[in-house]
């Protein structure tokens, strides 16, 4: 799984951060309030002093601040719930379970249209339901909140709730509390529709096994399972060892009686459905003469992973912190997981891969000054001895490491140490990756090496998966409502997913901007599909290219300003950026502290949402 952008800390990522120089969300967040509400503020007293002059315009603000104040404190949650009951059984009365049905029914039939050839149909079926999902929720949640309040408004039915002693703030949050209740209901049922159906469509069997015979050092039988569900696993049965990998999972195979291929049983599959924590450790690159710097540039354009040169001083090292023991199951080895690219100056022979050498090394920073080293305990270890293996293009390696593992001593000998008290240091630990053959070359990334701590439960981590598109949906709903205020509902439909576009597609239309996506702004591109002329070529109008541009640049920076103020709902669904349906799809623990920084987005979203909503239903003329 490509991570182009750490995960922070929560505190870290909350939090100013002198350190990086960076505000912090909460900091971010309170200033774009302040400058949003008097943006609002100024907008609204130069519309009325239009009206009726300056003095009324200063009336009329003071009046409206001092009003929505007094309304926020009198908020009583008895009557949000009687509007969110209310809202909850108008959906009810709009069908929307026949969402639930189409779902199931999808879910029914999925099964036919996947590809179920794929390498990791794992991967496939997860990310479908996910994306399944989240489409047709965000649809019905649209259509709820954006015709809702329109609709009472057109039906007067409205006027039965506003003589009531219900306040404005009371009828949004009501509204968005009943409208995201009917979602949480629909995305519950589908959570527990969508884990039956990935369990079932990942669950197969090989009832048969074929060509089992004697291995030549006589340990244990090997052979072939019978071919179902478009692949078959090779093993061997000694101790109810595991099968070979195989799209994505493995089985553990049984022989009772060695050497009776009748009595080989093999087990349901393993490793499929899984969530991995891993621990990453920091990348540093050294150079072809072995000093720290960039890795090198083999000519790809994304520049996402640097490249060790084989058979030189090359080599990544990956600086992991505050190890602790009681973080693996088994105690008698570290699991290590790498996924390390490979780039090819010759072919030779392509099936196999390019070996490679890693090295365990303390990083104790006293172990470079040669006064200090010679006072240090005779018992440390410096580095252990290479580990070799080989690297096979797209294809992950597991390579557990030893807790026992012989290294070289202070004093030069070798010794049999134990990882933890002898190599880390302070819990700390660093390892060298080198390409061991000439002219080949290793790519690395921070992910592509890391080690993988105790599994957590699969379930818990596709539940999680699931309450970022609650989350999600939370969102959407907090802006139909809003929208719904003050345009009509086909408006506030489209300003809706508007909304969720640019939430999308922020990270494009910030390229776009700022020119680092050819082909130009609207118009010029406009042009450019007419004429069907080239991204590279210059747009050739004459005296018009000047105003083409001009406009273009500013259209461009105010959609820019607009879409840096939308969510991006691209972290909370699978559409680029660090996102949970990629974490649970690629079988990795989504982190908690990601979990937690997408609460705090869809609180502050819900809260500006709101506090939008009240002021522009205060301007109707049903809520004076």
Known sequence: ?????????????????????????????????????????????????????????????????????????????????????????????????????????????????????????????????????????????????????????????????????????????????????????????????????????????????????????????????SFNSHHRHEFNTENGVKSDSAMGHYHVVLDDKKGNKDSVRVGPPRGALQARVPIYGDLEFLGRDGKPGKGINVGKEWTYRGYVEGNTLSAGIYHFKNLDPRDFLKNDEVPLEMSIRVFRTYTGEIERGISGSLVLQNPNPALKDPQARRQMDKDTAVKSKPITFTAIEFTPESLPIPRRIEAEMIDGSYREVDLFDSLAHNGDLDLVVQCDERSQYFGLAKTDVYIRAADRQFWWNFVKSFITLWLQMVIVTAFGVMFSTFLTGSVALVSTIAVIVMGFYAKMIADVATGETLGGGPIESAIRVVTQDNMMSELDAGIMTIVIKGFDAVAMQLIRGVSFLMPNFGAFAESGGINTASFAAYGFDIPSSLMLQHVCIMLAYVFLATCAGYFFLKTKEIAA
């Open 1 to 225: 799984m490509v991570l182009e952008k750490q995960i922070r800390p929560f505190l870290e990522w909350l939090l100013p951060d002198l350190a990086s120089n960076l505000p912090g969300a909460l900091i971010s967040f309170v200033g774009l309030v302040i400058l949003l509400g008097l943006a609002a503020m100024l907008f609204g007293f130069l519309t009325s002093a239009l009206r009726g002059g300056p003095g009324a315009a200063i009336r009329q603000l003071r009046y409206i601040v001092g009003e929505g104040w007094r309304d926020f404190r009198n908020i009583k949650m008895r009557r949000v719930f009687a509007m969110s009951r209310l809202a909850f059984k108008e959906s009810i009365r709009r069908y929307v379970l026949v969402v639930f049905a189409v779902l199931a029914l999808i879910f029914l039939f999925a099964g036919w249209f996947l590809d179920v050839q794929s390498d990791n149909p794992t991967r496939l079926y997860i990310s479908f339901a996910i994306r399944t999902v989240n489409l047709l929720v965000l649809l019905l949640t649209i259509f709820l909140s954006a015709f809702s309040l329109p609709a009472d408004i057109e039906k007067k039915t409205i006027f039965t709730v506003v003589t009531k002693p219900v306040r404005a703030w009371e009828i949004i949050l009501g509204r968005i509390i009943g409208f995201s209740a009917i979602g949480t209901m629909i995305i519950g049922l589908m959570c527990l529709v969508s884990l039956i159906f990935v369990n079932r469509g990942l669950s197969h069997e090989h009832p048969a096994v074929e060509q089992v015979q004697l291995t030549e050092s006589g340990k244990g039988n090997t052979g072939l399972t």
